[in-house]
Every structure is written in structure tokens, then in C-alpha cells.
Nanobody, 114 residues
């Protein structure tokens, strides 16, 4: 069983930065990808960033150049560094681990507003 806990959300002004953390526990041996999704009110959940166990990363076009996904296995934590935040980045952000099945964090709210 894998457990994910998302933290680091909050309110920030446009142009600001936040770093989300996803602390994981349990058997991560078969986990081959860590992802960050987000869901804005009234919209479908969308994939924001992904990182495979092989080290490759991918980003949604809307966040390329602004967001960075990383993973620190020694700390059992994955991160999403978000810079140059825009109001349209406002959403609940979810960590996701992909193995034989998918695991989800509980989500953390990010609000970008002046």
C-alpha cells in the first residue's frame, strides 16, 4: 500500500512562487511515475507534470518553463516548484503515483489572486 500526503498550497499573488510537496510512504518499488494533476472549479482534472523513475519529465504546455517536478527519494518526497504563478493556475493540486494501480494524495489548494 502506498500513501501520499500533499502539502504546500496557499494563496499567492500573481507572479509569485509556491513549492508543493508530496510525501510518500509504503512500497514504492513498483511505482514508475510520479505526477501532479490539478482541478479547477467546474473543470476536469488535468495532468500538469510527470516524472518517470528513469528521470524523464513532461509538462503541460500551460506550465512549461514555469513549473518544475522533482523527486528526492532520500526524503520520500516529490515536489512541484511553481514560479511566475498566474490566476489561471488556481486549482486543487493532487500528487499521483503510478504503479500496478494509481495512488492519490488528498490535494492541496493553490489560489493565485491579487
Amino acid at each position: 500500500q502506498v500513501k501520499l500526503v500533499d502539502t504546500g498550497g496557499g494563496m499567492v499573488q500573481p507572479g509569485g512562487s509556491l513549492r508543493l510537496s508530496c510525501t510518500f510512504s509504503g512500497n514504492m518499488f513498483n511505482i514508475y511515475a510520479m505526477n501532479w494533476y490539478r482541478q479547477a472549479p467546474g473543470k476536469q482534472r488535468e495532468l500538469v507534470a510527470s516524472a518517470t523513475s528513469g528521470g524523464s519529465t513532461n509538462y503541460a504546455d500551460s506550465v512549461k518553463g514555469r513549473f518544475t517536478i522533482s523527486r528526492d527519494n532520500a526524503k520520500s518526497t516529490a515536489y512541484l516548484q511553481m514560479n511566475s504563478l498566474k490566476p489561471e493556475d488556481t486549482a486543487v493540486y493532487y500528487c499521483n503515483a503510478v504503479g500496478m494501480i494509481g495512488y492519490w494524495g488528498q490535494g492541496t489548494q493553490v489560489t493565485v489572486s491579487s
